[in-house]
């Protein structure tokens, strides 16, 4: 269904009324551990191999620690935000985040205390995960979910270009615990203030709330959705997770392995980061354009469109070209579908489930999600030493990339929910 010239305008209401929350969560976003140490972790790997002797290798290991951290702290943080409220659980979270960074400043020798760190530091700053931010966007934004989601969530282009040329400076300047401090700074001076002054949530019409920064059980219990219980056992919630982590799994692996794979072509590495750079640039235009069109048409049907993009890419990849124009399209397809997963997943799960629990099945599906993310690369790397190429890995993506998004169609017609509903306050 096409939308009406009314419904394609773009209503600036909630942008005027909540252009503070869009700051926000893009900056927290930006800043959040998951995506400032996986962007950043690069500039840290030679300076600690240098300083205690670990190699690369063990220090990779890393990030599946990292991970491993989050999923905890992702079944934890919806939890603690009905117990203590969105804004105090932030807060804390930002102010042990800072701490948890300073104390990796004294890390020993042995490997597994970089793997504890690792571990812990997702854990202590469960606030300040996107879940968070990706929540606030939804409850102030309504009409406009889509977009603002998209808008936000961009935060992250932001830290893969920024954050890692802070922290290389830093270790020039410095050392490697350079890195650490500045991503502490950027927390206490950035963030923590941002926060203080500008996070609130909106009323609750209907409700016995009577001040628009009220946080807690008693506002977010009041929102319309499912409970928890019911949001677990509905059939909808386990075809998007099961949907969205095929499609997670193969995004991981073209990532991780665009730029090797042209080069195996044949292509020089200038050739492939150009190429790649054409990937960058088609996940954000695809992450604003889906993030607008979830507004206005059936989601599931944007959603499965978009995501079937890098099976294209797949196949392109897989017809054995070496033209330039062809893997740059191939490049642009898989960006175009990868800039999209997360933004369509908060979506999904705020419309089809409800606010009131959003924080606690979100971070289920999103832990889910994450283990799909750590495993992955020990499929790919299954895959390339048996096969010898990247044919089997383009195959497993293709196919995830078809049949997740089909499985999105079996989402229906979002239900309707009774009970308060949220109204933007200046």
């Known amino acids: 269904m096409t939308p009406s010239k009314n419904e394609a305008a773009i209503d600036f209401t909630e942008f005027r009324s909540a252009w503070r929350i869009l700051i926000l ?18 500039t840290l790997v030679v300076p600690l191999n240098q300083a205690f002797g670990w190699t690369k290798p063990e220090l990779q290991a890393c990030i599946t620690f990292l991970f491993g951290g989050a999923v905890i ?30 104390a990796t400043t004294q890390l020993t020798p042995s490997i597994w205390s970089m793997y504890l760190a690792f571990a812990l530091l997702p854990i202590v700053g469960m606030g300040t ?11 102030w934004y309504e009409r406009n979910r889509g977009l603002a989601l998209a808008i936000g969530l961009s935060g992250t282009g932001l830290t893969a270009a920024i954050v890692p040329r802070l922290m290389t400076w830093g270790i020039e300047q410095w050392d ?3 890195a650490f401090i500045i991503l502490a700074v ?28 009220r946080t807690g059980d008693d506002l977010l219990l009041a929102l319309p959705g499912m409970n928890f219980r019911q949001g677990m056992r509905s059939g909808k919630f386990w075809i998007c997770n099961l949907a969205l982590s095929l499609v997670v799994s193969s995004v991981v692996g073209m990532v991780t392995s665009t730029i090797p794979l042209l080069q195996s072509k044949g292509l020089s590495a200038a050739d492939a980061g150009l190429i790649f750079s054409g990937f960058g640039i088609s996940l954000i235009v695809g992450r604003m354009l889906i993030g607008y069109l979830l507004d206005r048409l059936w989601p599931p ?7 079937m993009m890098p099976a294209v890419g797949c196949m392109i990849y897989l017809g054995g070209t070496t033209d330039f124009q062809m893997l740059l399209m191939a490049a642009m397809l898989v960006g175009f579908g990868a800039g999209a997963e997360f933004d369509i997943a908060a979506f999904l799960v705020a419309r089809y489930f409800g606010l009131r629990e959003y924080g606690r099945l979100f971070g289920v599906h999103q832990g889910l999600n994450t283990v799909a993310s750590a495993l ?16 089997a890995m383009l195959v497993y993506c293709m196919v995830c990339c078809l049949i997740g998004p089909l499985l999105l169609l079996m989402l229906g017609r979002a239900p309707r929910f009774h009970g308060a509903s949220v109204a933007a306050s200046t």
């Open 186 to 213: 950027l927390n206490m001076v950035v963030l923590l203030p941002l926060t203080l002054l500008w996070f609130r949530l909106p009323e609750v019409v209907g409700s016995t709330a009577t001040r628009s920064d």
């Open 25 to 42: 969560s893009l900056a927290g976003v930006a800043v959040s551990i998951n995506a400032a140490l996986l962007y950043g972790f690069g």
């Open 301 to 307: 049907a944007v959603a499965a469109a978009s995501l």
């Open 376 to 391: 992955a690369p020990l499929l790919f790397a299954f895959m390339l030493s048996r096969s010898g190429d990247y044919s």
């Open 176 to 178: 490697w615990r350079a």
């Open 73 to 102: 702290s992702l079944q934890l943080v919806g939890w603690f935000n009905l117990r203590y409220g969105i804004k105090r659980v932030t807060v804390v979270s930002l102010l042990l985040l800072v701490l948890g960074y300073l």
């Open 129 to 139: 995960l996107a879940v968070t931010w990706t929540q606030l966007l939804s409850l």
